[in-house]
Every structure is written in structure tokens, then in C-alpha cells.
């Protein structure tokens, strides 16, 4: 619960954001929007000294050092599935076969078993689908298997690095939000700032205007001319 552990090194520590962002895993705009408020959804803190994955004294050496990196005390549990097949609910199995042809079309280098893992279906049917000769062929578009609630984008990642590495080529990288963090940090500061001048300035008018409305008669007399 990367978010909610982030909402509450903000709201109960000095960290900074940087320190906080790389803890918890995000991004640090992520982490500036939790502490603005702006956030999709009121998160609710999650404790992790309480969780035992940190303690005071790391926290401590944090805040009094802006570059330090917090060390996690003990990972969080993971969720471990059982063996067998991946379960896939009755309701997304018909996007089985789109989420599939996304793979084959967008990472070839990933065999037939990974794809079965990861999907929860058969090499029979990951076969058909490479050779098109599947029944329902005319009607399979690729779409992401994340997309589709198939699996997690952790869980795609990591088959497509391991892929790579086995096929000896670069996985891709995510550069969308490279080398462009302070203008973004300094945009969104920005916009806070010109929002509470707008605010004060609307204040400050209404303010003005209620002044004039106490000043000005309501009504004239005719016969005090």
C-alpha cells in the first residue's frame, strides 16, 4: 500500500518528498499530490513503523539528513499463489485471447509457457492464436493484458525483462517522465500559488464590495433636496 504509507510519512514525519517517493516506490509528484491534497481519493495513512517495515531511528536519521535513503526494515508480506493455473474470473476469460495477441504482437520474445503463466491458459490456445488459425480469430484485437485486469503491470514487467535478458536484448524502459521532474514540480507549484492569489485577490473584492453596498444609501429621499 504504496499511497497510503506515503500519506502518512507526509502527514507524521519531516521526510522529503524525495526520501518518501523513493521509500514507498513512486514518483515524486505522486507523493507532492498527496501532501496538496489533490489526489484522486482521501487517502488513509498506513502506519509502517506499526507494520515494522520501519523504525523511529531510521526516521529520524531521514529528517536530519536529506539525502539519506530509508532502509526497510522487513518487507511487506507478499501474496503468494498457490500452484496451478492462474485463476481468471468467468467474467474476463473471454479477454483472454485479445490479451494474448497483445503479447505476441508487442513482445515475441516472450515464450508460449510465460504467456501461459502469466494469463493462466494453454500453450494449445497461445499456438492457435500465433498461427491464427483460432475459431474466434476475426474477432481478437490486442489489448493489454494489464488493461484487462489479466494480470499486474509489476507481473508483465518482469516476464518482459526476463525475456529479454534470456533473448539478449535491451527490455524497454520507461523514459516518459525522464529529465522533465523539476519543470513539472515547478508547474504545479506554480498553479498552487496562482490559485491562492486568485483566491485572496476574489476575497479582497468581496470585501470591497460588501464596504460600498454599507456606504451607498439604499434608497434617496426626494424631499431631502
Not at 154 to 164: H, Q, T, Y
Request: charged share 30%.
Amino acid at each position: 500500500m504504496p499511497h497510503a504509507t506515503a500519506s502518512w510519512l507526509v502527514d507524521n514525519t519531516a521526510l522529503s518528498f524525495e526520501q518518501i517517493a523513493d521509500f514507498c516506490g513512486l514518483h515524486i509528484l505522486e507523493v507532492q499530490a498527496i501532501a496538496d491534497d489533490t489526489a484522486a481519493t482521501k487517502l488513509t495513512g498506513r502506519d509502517p513503523v506499526r507494520a515494522h517495515e520501519l523504525t523511529m531511528e531510521e526516521i529520524e536519521k531521514g529528517q536530519a539528513n536529506p539525502d539519506y535513503r530509508l532502509k526497510m526494515q522487513k518487507g511487506p508480506e507478499q501474496v503468494r499463489r498457490t500452484k496451478g493455473p492462474r485463476y481468471t474470473p468467468v467474467s474476463k476469460r473471454q479477454d483472454k485471447p485479445d490479451g494474448i495477441a497483445w503479447i505476441i504482437r508487442n513482445h515475441p520474445e516472450i515464450s508460449d509457457g510465460q504467456i501461459g503463466k502469466l494469463i493462466g491458459t494453454t500453450r494449445t490456445t497461445i499456438q492457435a492464436i500465433r498461427e491464427r488459425s483460432h475459431w474466434n480469430i476475426a474477432n481478437i484485437v490486442p489489448k493489454d493484458p494489464v488493461t484487462l485486469g489479466l494480470c499486474s503491470q509489476r507481473e508483465l514487467d518482469a516476464i518482459v525483462a526476463k525475456a529479454a535478458k534470456a533473448a539478449g536484448i535491451e527490455a524497454p524502459t520507461d523514459t516518459r517522465l525522464e529529465g522533465d521532474r523539476e519543470a513539472l514540480i515547478s508547474e504545479l507549484r506554480a498553479e498552487r500559488e496562482q490559485a491562492a492569489r486568485d483566491a485572496e485577490a476574489a476575497a479582497d473584492a468581496e470585501q470591497a464590495g460588501d464596504g460600498e453596498a454599507e456606504a451607498k444609501p439604499k434608497f434617496e429621499d426626494p424631499f431631502a433636496r
